[in-house]
């Protein structure tokens, strides 16, 4: 059986709050989230509402990124990230990244933190000498498995 990809999206949010973050990281992008590999579905910790599943609409704005998976390490990461869903959105981890300090809060995510963790979770370290809590759009663009 041939291995498939999930994507790995990352958005260029437009609102205040995105440029603030866009801002603040220094990076292009204010957001990320995994696309399942139905291709419409992603999993995402969004404020307000906490890690969530959802369709994808909009992809305007949006860069996705293919990194290689076996099909077993892909059964992982989705059974991983629905496991999730439910948990709070990580407001203090989202001021520590703003703030430059390791604040977080335990068994809940802000949206760079949850995909980054997804991928630690199977196995894959996406950046070296980094911690989920730490993880910003523009860490994590510099990936070397995002293609």
């Known amino acids: 059986m041939q ?28 957001h990320a989230a995994i696309l ?7 999993i995402e910790s969004w404020q ?5 599943k959802k369709i994808m609409t ?10 290689d998976l076996t099909n077993e390490q892909i059964g992982y990461i989705v059974s991983y ?5 439910g ?3 990580d407001y203090l981890g989202a001021l520590g990244i ?3 300090k390791p604040y977080q809060k335990k068994s809940r995510y802000f949206c760079f933190e949850l995909v980054f963790e997804a991928f630690q979770y199977i196995g894959i370290k996406l950046l070296n000498r ?12 510099r990936s070397h498995y995002l293609k």
Do not use: H, Q
Not at 81 to 85: A, G, P, Q, R, T
């Open 3 to 30: 291995d498939k990809k999930i994507k790995v999206l990352l958005f260029r949010g437009k609102g205040l709050l995105s440029t603030l973050i866009r801002w603040k990281t220094n990076s292009i992008y204010s």
């Open 36 to 42: 399942l590999p139905d291709g419409k579905t992603i």
């Open 48 to 52: 307000g509402a906490g890690v969530r």
């Open 58 to 67: 909009d992809w305007k704005d949006v860069d996705a990124y293919n990194i």
């Open 81 to 85: 990230l629905e496991s999730k869903v």
């Open 87 to 89: 948990y709070k959105y």
């Open 98 to 100: 703003a703030l430059n």
């Open 130 to 141: 980094t911690v989920a809590r730490e993880c910003t759009g523009s860490l994590l663009m």
